[in-house]
């Protein structure tokens, strides 16, 4: 017990930055969200939140919090996934890895505190990278290999009316924007959750825009992947259909500096 205190505290200690998300919005967001959850999804669709925002803005806690309200509805009839396409910073395997989980126990604390009560992952693909810069097109692919394998074991089993939770990276500019952007066609989400921060300026030209529906339908395909896969370059006609997301902003604020030695 002792060990795993003085491992959490250096956590803490060794984290330069800190997302500050008000509690309302947080409780106000999740619960919009399951509330669509529980009415909207099926057995042959599943409901996709994609979480999305710059580094240390809070996704992790957020997604973790979406996730334990969640589990108050899993049984036979609804289930829920997370799908971790975050390589550098992921949440239930070693690093360098793409997976899928299904989630029947709470997420508590950092991710080497949850990974022994998920004992495995439904299915891992290991890319070999940290970052997905190495070898962009390659990374894509793993992502829609993992989304069709969820598909191909959905179909196999039990089916529930599930909702999958996808974790994205913080690199959300230049070519992780591009990424980005791809992504959110391959999951056709139904909800996707920006989490942006209160304290950057306007001017800031290096910031990441917000991810409506609208401004994605006005950007060009990332062409080296879909030219690889040879697929047609227009996002209203993406992977399983035509794209149609409610789109969220939660404002958070990242504090430095906010553990006083």
Known sequence: MQLEQDLYIRLIETTDQTAVITREEFISTTDKIIKRWLNEANEDVPFVVLTCGEKDMG???????????????????????YFDCDIGQCEFTIGDCLSYTDIETPLLGPPCSHIKSNAKSDRLLYYGFVSPQPAP???????????????????????KRSMIVVNTMGWVTGLGLE???????????????????????????????????????????????????????????????????????????????????
């Not at 997604?63 to 996934?81: E, Q, W």
């Not at 894509?140 to 039990?158: E, G, M, P, S």
């Open 179 to 261: 990424l980005l952007k791809e992504k959110i066609c391959m999951f056709s989400p139904n909800v996707v959750i920006q989490l942006r921060n209160t304290l950057v300026s306007h001017q800031d030209r290096n910031k990441m825009p917000d991810l409506t529906l609208e401004w994605l339908l006005r950007q060009p395909v990332f062409a080296p992947y879909r030219d690889k896969i040879k697929m047609n370059n227009k996002r209203q006609q993406d992977y399983d259909g035509q794209l149609s997301y409610e789109y969220i902003k939660v404002q958070s604020a990242a504090v430095s500096d906010p553990i006083h030695r």
């Open 137 to 159: 097109v390659r990374y894509l692919q793993y992502v829609n290999r993992l989304r069709q394998l969820w598909n191909i074991d959905h179909k196999n089993a039990n089916k």
């Open 59 to 81: 996704k992790s806690i957020f997604t973790r919090y979406l996730i334990n309200r969640a589990l108050d509805h899993i049984n036979s009839t609804f289930g829920l996934t």
